[in-house]
């Protein structure tokens, strides 16, 4: 009854053109008693859609997510058959040619703009930087462009907002801002490592809208790592379900509920829900094939 | 019979002089046995009344009366032992240094209390731990292990009221499950009283009965559990709320898109 091993096709329909094809990749941290694997064998392809990156801590969500920027620790050692993002080959580039497609061909939403936001640059210089670095135009330009930015991710007086440093502005508009930072130099693929987790819900909501506006509007590719069920299932359109450090399913967001695999299906039923009351919650029997698949 | 009253409770921070008001003359009781809610988002002052309610923060007015005693702003021992806090971070609310057993010993000792021994390994039993795990570090336990290490030292005074502050908050899926299993549990065991503080609707609605929905420092609203369940809630934050907990809603609805009702269903 091993029907969701690897050998199956991927029962969601793959992109016709993809951004980003992954196919074996692992990740693994050397240590004194050997390799010690964070991610075995991944394969997934992102085409201009929303995907979803489901899974615990530790499962190797962010690990994913990382090594696709080529931004692993060091020291980890990370091995595909193929990792391909539109022509570029990621597994041959130099750093060098690396540092011209980070920010400016795919870029990285982390989640709380309180650490990840620069604290002693304004938060208009820290989006302008990011223009100025990769299109080489004057701080005139980048300063126009940032303001553009600022006002299309609906921070309301985007003057005054430029010359704030990150300390000065709430939670959500950081996220905003760290958005627009992202965006201004119209990358292809977005990576978004938890984007929402640190916000409120109301405020989460508008974040949210926001970035499935530019998403859709600019026609890119969006990976979503995150470990709310209810909001991959609702904002993604394919969800990938990660368990210790393999791709246990990926499945189209809609037929979550109809998920296969033991591990999503107890995921579903760890959760309580305000529609489905019930007196206990259903705790996760973790079955030690799942780690062999 | 109610456990805990608040009558008119205001909190603030600051220097007396220049007050902060974080909690704007809110009003509730809580019956014995019961689990109060608390939700509203960060800043409500929603965490500054569990603060209140426990004796950690002394800067309130209006009157608490709980377990029949009224509150004043000296506590004895005994007063305090009553209701016992449990926090969000298992990370960081357990001391690094210290192994399980020192960390439950020391409310006992603060409290002067006798059969010490016997009472921590009663407590690891209830909250599901081996007894060997006295001898462990915080580093040595995962997440979940470390929110019943954190349970265990609010239940060692044998307290009648546990405080929750956002306990799940910090956990994955399968362990938030697993806790909120266990409170319940332990609250039919043991007897007792929980105010539960949370931001996420599902888990509130899951653990009480009522819910008290905050926001700037007043109660825009108390439901009750079936109110939530039925959706017959009236305030339009407490209904966002719930909306919050069921995941992304799209501004405009495209096509593909299926209501949160559909997809559950």
Redesign the interface.
Known sequence: MTFWTRAMPDPSPLPLDPILTVRNMSVGFPSLSGTIPAVRDVSFSVGREKIGIIG??GSGKSTTGRAIMRLQPPGAIVKADALRFEEIDLLKVSEKDMLSIRGRRMAMILQDPKYSLNPVMTVGEQIGETVMLHEKVSRRVARERTLGMLERVQIRDPRRVFDLYPHEVS?GMGQRIMISMMLIASPSLIIADEPTSAL??????QV??IL??LVTERDIGLIFIS?????????C?RVIIMYAGRIVETIAA?D??HAKHPYTQ??LN???????????????ARDPAWLEG | MSMITVDHLAVSYGHPNRPTRVVDDVSFDVGANETFGLIGESGCGKSTILGALAGRNKQWTGRITIDGQMIGAKRSHEQLALQQMVFQDPFGSLHPRHTIGRILLEPLEIHGINDRQNRVETVLRDVGLPVNFRYRFPHQLSGGQRQRVAIARALILKPRILLLDEPTSALDVSIQAEILNLLKDLRKRENLTYILVSHDMAVVAHLCDRVAVMQNGIFVETVTKKQIIDGTVTHSYTKVLMDGSRGYVPKTPIATYRSPVDIAG
Request: charge should be negative.
């Open positions: 615990e801590s939670g409120d819900v109301t405020v989460r909501q949210l809208s499935d506006d470990h709310d069920l209810n909001l991959v299932r609702s904002f359109d809609a979550l509920n107890g995921l760890a959760l309580p829900s305000l529609d489905h009351p019930r007196d206990r919650l259903d705790v996760l």
